[in-house]
């Protein structure tokens, strides 16, 4: 079935991407927007907006009633989720197939394989993939024998978690409950999910993931992005490949991430989320994100391709539009995750009102955003403003294009963290690359440090 | 008409080798100014201005669901130490739905006792009472929105 016209049930600089896929490929776009984004860009850009509801998420982004009845009044032919929200919910899947509209991402069966992180773990031994030791736990007595058993450090991650929310470190036996409450009210808030599960925490640990795409039969891969660069399982800073990784262990993990995406007969864009063990120098699998994600600028730069064009053409039931072989890797692409928030100040959130913008264009530079002036960050939401995007012919010519780039961004009435990402662009580690996951804290540390914060 | 990236980079390309060092379009539907900097690197400010094109809600809004933010003028009381929200968000008086509040009036705290939560951009913040004492008053209601600097509670401190 051709789509002709999408509700887009998310909001920022996702909707505005998908809006400009869509008026590429001749779709109508229907946004779906809470009360707080009535006239933010996406709106201004969609050919039509309908409230879902209030500002606040779950009673609109998260509200599968309000989003599939927008969709259905809209005579929408299909659903694009975007990432968080309700993109990885079997009960909007399911919903949408009951209202005979096309649900753009995998099926429901899937988004519960892998939704449920506990189930993607079986799923990923299935497939034959290495996985981080840990597991479930029903109580707090429970979690406690369990972290006895895995060893300090350890992780408490989200069972219906998913882009690091809700997933937090516990270095003593003393502060597991405390945390495990937190990690749980988190999770509930965003997901409506309270449960977690525990799993060893990596220290020396790179977090690479691989781009996957199916159509139900044929699976494949688009090569690896480094997402190392995090602050509290919050990404700052993406690349692809991900680079100084053995080309025997790049190659297996493309295997691995394939594997289990023909497992599971995957039939759209997804995410193989993998911990490299720097010291074991090995890798596990640590999750599978059933969705866009906010990093996939640096993949479409790589391998030229517009993957929203390709998570619609798979489903209209089309088969891949190419094989492995057709996918051709070149350069090296960086984003930078321009948030509202002050990292001097502990990353403070910094919602508000923008007054001005300017960005940089010219060759190999991409802006992915919904700030304009007088655009709202309001603080219901995350604090995403915007994605600098570069293209390079190597990696060292793209840090040389990202500091640039970085130099002549401009987002005026609000905080933003563009000094923090031009401070460590020059960086000589980063600039070296193949860092651990350790590496930016010890950066912030070394700021805070040095003086001149109040975190 | 809409203004994409493909028309900014084919507009750039007429006026890249013009001697123009800044344009600015405006229609009614948007903005553009694009500047030459010192190396000949370019950068535009662009503001879509086309009105969103509303369709007639499918759900009801509910007008009373609006978040009420609380003001942040309340007057202090004296001998009473104000709890004041450390970030604009929603303020939550249990650590997760359905679980017992972390304090209730009367409650005895110690400085450094969690006594709400408040949500800001998908973060839980912890909100500490920041003093020994008594809880003697919470100004706002579970889930309600908190403006900046709006005083959640307010203690009677021990041994002043």
Same mark, same amino acid.
């Given at each position: 079935?051709?789509?002709?016209?999408?509700?887009?049930?998310?909001?920022?600089?996702?909707?505005?991407?998908?809006?400009?896929?869509?008026?590429?490929?001749?779709?109508?776009?229907?946004?779906?927007?809470?009360?707080?984004?009535?006239?933010?860009?996406?709106?201004?850009?969609?050919?039509?907006?309908?409230?879902?509801?209030?500002?606040?998420?779950?009673?609109?982004?998260?509200?599968?009633?309000?989003?599939?009845?927008?969709?259905?009044?809209?005579?929408?032919?299909? $659903?694009?989720?975007?990432?968080?929200?309700?993109?990885?919910?079997?009960?909007?899947?399911?919903?949408?197939?009951?209202?005979?509209?096309?649900?753009?991402?995998?099926?429901?069966?899937?988004?519960?394989?892998?939704?449920?992180?506990?189930?993607?773990?079986?799923?990923?031994?299935?497939?034959?993939?290495?996985?981080?030791?840990?597991?479930?736990?029903?109580?707090?007595?429970?979690?406690?024998?369990?972290?006895?058993?895995?060893?300090?450090? $350890?992780?408490?991650?989200?069972?219906?978690?998913?882009?690091?929310?809700?997933?937090?470190?516990?270095?003593?036996?003393?502060?597991?409950?405390?945390?495990?409450?937190?990690?749980?009210?988190?999770?509930?808030?965003?997901?409506?999910?309270?449960?977690?599960?525990?799993?060893?925490?990596?220290?020396?640990?790179?977090?690479?993931?691989?781009?996957?795409?199916?159509?139900?039969?044929?699976?494949?891969?688009?090569?690896?992005?480094?997402?190392?660069?995090?602050?509290?399982?919050?990404?700052?800073?993406?690349?692809?490949?991900?680079?100084?990784?053995?080309?025997?262990?790049?190659?297996?993990?493309?295997?691995?991430?394939?594997?289990?995406?023909?497992?599971?007969?995957?039939?759209?864009?997804?995410?193989?989320?993998?911990?490299?063990?720097?010291?074991?120098?090995?890798?596990?699998?640590?999750?599978?994100?059933?969705?866009?994600?906010?990093?996939?600028?640096?993949?479409?730069?790589?391998?030229?391709?517009?993957?929203?064009?390709?998570?619609?053409?798979?489903?209209?039931?089309?088969?891949?539009?190419?094989?492995?072989?057709?996918?051709?890797?070149?350069?090296?692409? $960086?984003?930078?995750?321009?948030?509202?928030?002050?990292?001097?100040?502990?990353?403070?959130?910094?919602?508000?009102?923008?007054?001005?913008?300017?960005?940089?264009?010219?060759?190999?530079?991409?802006?992915?955003?919904?700030?304009?002036?007088?655009?709202?960050?309001?603080?219901?939401?995350?604090?995403?403003?915007?994605?600098?995007?570069?293209?390079?012919?190597?990696?060292?010519?793209?840090?040389?294009?990202?500091?640039?780039?970085?130099?002549?961004?401009?987002?005026?009435?609000?905080?933003?963290?563009?000094?923090?990402?031009?401070?460590?662009?020059?960086?000589?580690?980063?600039?070296?690359?193949?860092?651990?996951?350790?590496?930016?804290?010890?950066?912030?540390?070394?700021?805070?440090?040095?003086?001149?914060?109040?975190? | 008409?809409?203004?994409?990236?493909?028309?900014?980079?084919?507009?750039?390309?007429?006026? #890249? !080798?013009?001697?123009? #060092?800044?344009?600015?379009?405006?229609?009614?539907?948007?903005?553009?100014?694009?500047?030459?900097?010192?190396?000949?690197?370019?950068?535009?400010?662009?503001?879509?201005?086309?009105?969103?094109?509303?369709?007639?809600?499918?759900?009801?809004?509910?007008?009373?669901?609006?978040?009420?933010?609380?003001?942040?003028?309340?007057?202090?009381?004296?001998?009473?130490?104000? !709890?004041?929200?450390?970030?604009?968000?929603?303020?939550?008086?249990?650590?997760?739905?359905?679980?017992?509040?972390?304090?209730?009036?009367?409650?005895?705290?110690?400085?450094?006792?969690?006594?709400?939560? !408040?949500?800001?951009?998908?973060?839980?913040?912890?909100?500490?009472?920041?003093?020994?004492?008594?809880?003697?008053?919470?100004?706002?209601?579970?889930?309600?929105?908190?403006?900046?600097?709006?005083?959640?509670?307010?203690?009677?401190?021990?041994?002043?």
């Amino acid at each position: 079935m051709t789509i002709r016209r999408i509700l887009i049930a998310n909001r920022g600089e996702i909707a505005v991407r998908v809006v400009r896929s869509c008026q590429r490929l001749g779709i109508e776009t229907v946004l779906a927007a809470s009360e707080a984004d009535l006239d933010s860009l996406a709106a201004r850009m969609a050919d039509h907006t309908i409230c879902i509801g209030p500002a606040k998420s779950s009673e609109s982004y998260l509200n599968v009633v309000a989003v599939v009845a927008a969709a259905v009044a809209a005579k929408a032919d299909a $659903i694009h989720p975007g990432y968080g929200f309700l993109s990885e919910n079997q009960e909007l899947s399911k919903a949408c197939s009951a209202a005979g509209i096309i649900f753009i991402g995998p099926t429901a069966a899937q988004l519960d394989a892998v939704g449920d992180k506990l189930k993607a773990r079986s799923h990923a031994i299935a497939a034959g993939l290495p996985v981080v030791p840990g597991g479930e736990v029903g109580s707090m007595e429970e979690a406690q024998a369990v972290a006895e058993k895995i060893g300090w450090p $350890i992780l408490v991650k989200a069972v219906g978690g998913g882009g690091g929310r809700g997933m937090k470190q516990v270095h003593e036996p003393d502060k597991l409950i405390e945390t495990m409450d937190m990690a749980m009210a988190e999770a509930q808030a965003a997901f409506g999910d309270p449960r977690v599960y525990l799993e060893r925490y990596v220290s020396a640990g790179r977090h690479v993931e691989v781009q996957v795409l199916g159509d139900g039969e044929n699976v494949i891969h688009l090569g690896t992005r480094d997402c190392s660069i995090q602050r509290r399982y919050q990404k700052l800073v993406e690349e692809a490949p991900a680079p100084n990784l053995r080309d025997g262990l790049r190659e297996e993990m493309h295997r691995a991430a394939v594997a289990f995406g023909r497992h599971l007969k995957y039939r759209g864009l997804g995410t193989v989320e993998l911990l490299v063990d720097c010291e074991r120098d090995t890798f596990y699998f640590l999750e599978m994100n059933a969705r866009i994600q906010v990093e996939h600028p640096v993949t479409e730069a790589i391998c030229g391709l517009d993957l929203v064009a390709e998570q619609i053409s798979v489903a209209e039931g089309r088969p891949l539009r190419l094989s492995q072989s057709d996918v051709r890797l070149s350069g090296h692409a $960086i984003e930078c995750r321009l948030n509202a928030e002050d990292w001097t100040r502990d990353f403070r959130p910094s919602p508000g009102t923008v007054t001005t913008t300017a960005f940089p264009v010219g060759e190999g530079i991409r802006i992915d955003t919904h700030m304009q002036a007088g655009a709202k960050v309001p603080p219901y939401y995350d604090s995403l403003v915007a994605k600098l995007i570069v293209h390079g012919e190597d990696r060292s010519n793209a840090v040389d294009m990202m500091r640039q780039a970085l130099s002549r961004c401009e987002i005026g009435g609000i905080t933003t963290n563009l000094s923090m990402h031009a401070e460590l662009m020059e960086q000589a580690e980063f600039a070296a690359g193949g860092f651990t996951t350790a590496y930016f804290p010890r950066f912030l540390e070394q700021k805070i440090a040095a003086g001149g914060f109040n975190g | 008409m809409k203004l994409t990236n493909d028309d900014v980079q084919d507009i750039l390309q007429l006026i #890249n !080798v013009s001697s123009f #060092n800044e344009l600015n379009l405006q229609t009614n539907n948007f903005k553009l100014s694009l500047r030459r900097g010192g190396e000949g690197e370019w950068t535009q400010s662009s503001q879509e201005l086309t009105a969103p094109n509303l369709l007639e809600p499918v759900v009801a809004a509910v007008a009373a669901s609006a978040p009420v933010a609380a003001k942040s003028t309340l007057p202090s009381v004296d001998g009473l130490i104000d !709890v004041r929200t450390p970030l604009l968000g929603t303020f939550y008086r249990s650590p997760k739905p359905g679980s017992p509040p972390f304090v209730e009036v009367g409650s005895r705290v110690e400085k450094n006792t969690v006594v709400a939560i !408040v949500e800001t951009m998908k973060l839980m913040n912890s909100v500490y009472a920041g003093v020994c004492g008594t809880v003697v008053e919470i100004c706002l209601d579970d889930a309600q929105f908190a403006d900046h600097d709006a005083v959640l509670m307010r203690i009677k401190p021990e041994g002043v």
